[in-house]
């Protein structure tokens, strides 16, 4: 009894926490909310076992998973800031003093995005953001994207990226192509290992990334004036901790009760 009694518990805890998170979060831009999934545990259940004589022994995780699915997109003013529609994601290399030459790739939704003094294009965090040389094929040769504040004697008055990922570079009445971003999409995106901010990293699960640009099939497009927001439904996820606190209430009293009848037995 102990134990389909501390199942339950345990379950709505795991699940108190993770719709913990997704609130948490709700805020955060191109977070991806995570879904739990739980089994019922059974005994000597057999083929031949009618089920509504099965005796349970409580639940268990099944997983949680991430949602992978799109994120409201949310009206932010300005060329370097980016939402991704459709599949895709930033490739980023991790901040740092070497992070610019580290063959450590990570991957994001993200695209707040700014230009540091260097004229390297980062995340807010600090991270390089990954893309195409002028005249490169996408995915070729991964390299930091950078747009200098100055070409001679002309300074930076104009920059745009295009809905296809393409950065153009205004100095004086000049324009000059500085690259194009990157786009990754895996096999198995919900594979990805989360490393905080908002980044994910390759693993056996995900599969090994495919590289391209925006507007290609199989990838999204890129919106410039817009961030993708969570896609996190607050009603529903309240919703979801309200059924959890419930079940955790009621396994407790169920706990309780038993302890009762356990004293009572044993007087």
């Known amino acids: 009894m102990y134990g389909i009694i501390r199942s339950g518990m345990s379950t709505a805890m795991h699940e108190i926490a993770v719709v913990s998170n997704n609130i948490a979060n709700s805020g955060s831009?191109?977070?991806k909310k995570?879904?739990?999934?739980?089994?019922?545990?059974?005994?000597?259940?057999?083929?031949?076992?009618?089920s509504r004589t099965q005796a349970g022994f409580?639940?268990?995780i099944a997983g949680t998973r991430r949602n992978d699915g799109q994120g409201a997109i949310v009206d932010r003013p300005g060329a370097l800031n980016l939402a991704i529609i459709g599949s895709g994601m930033f490739a980023v290399s991790p901040p740092g003093p070497d992070a610019a030459a580290s063959d450590a790739i990570f991957y994001t939704r993200s695209g707040e995005l700014g230009i540091d003094k260097d004229g390297?294009?980062?995340?807010?965090?600090?991270?390089?953001?990954?893309?195409?040389?002028?005249?490169?094929?996408?995915g070729a040769s991964l390299v930091p994207m950078q747009i200098p504040f100055a070409d001679g004697d002309a300074s930076l008055t104009g920059?745009?990226?295009?809905?296809?990922?393409m950065i153009s570079a205004t100095y004086g009445s000049s324009i000059t192509d500085k690259g194009t971003l990157a786009l990754a999409t895996f096999s198995n995106q919900g594979g990805l290992k989360n490393v905080g901010s908002s980044r994910f990293s390759e693993t056996t699960y995900s599969g090994e990334p495919t590289f391209g640009v925006a507007g290609q099939s199989g990838y999204g497009t890129l919106q410039a004036g817009a961030l993708e927001g969570s896609n996190v439904d607050i009603t529903q996820e309240m919703t979801v901790m309200i059924r959890a606190q419930q079940q955790f209430s009621g396994s407790a009293r169920v706990l309780q009760a038993n302890s009762d009848m356990v004293e009572k037995l044993t007087r």
Do not use: H, Q
């Open 29 to 31: 831009t191109g977070f």
């Open 34 to 50: 995570s879904d739990v999934s739980f089994n019922d545990i059974y005994g000597s259940a057999t083929p031949d076992t009618v």
């Open 58 to 60: 409580g639940s268990a």
């Open 120 to 138: 390297f294009l980062k995340t807010g965090d600090g991270a390089f953001v990954l893309g195409s040389a002028p005249g490169s094929a996408a």
């Open 159 to 165: 920059l745009e990226i295009t809905s296809g990922g």
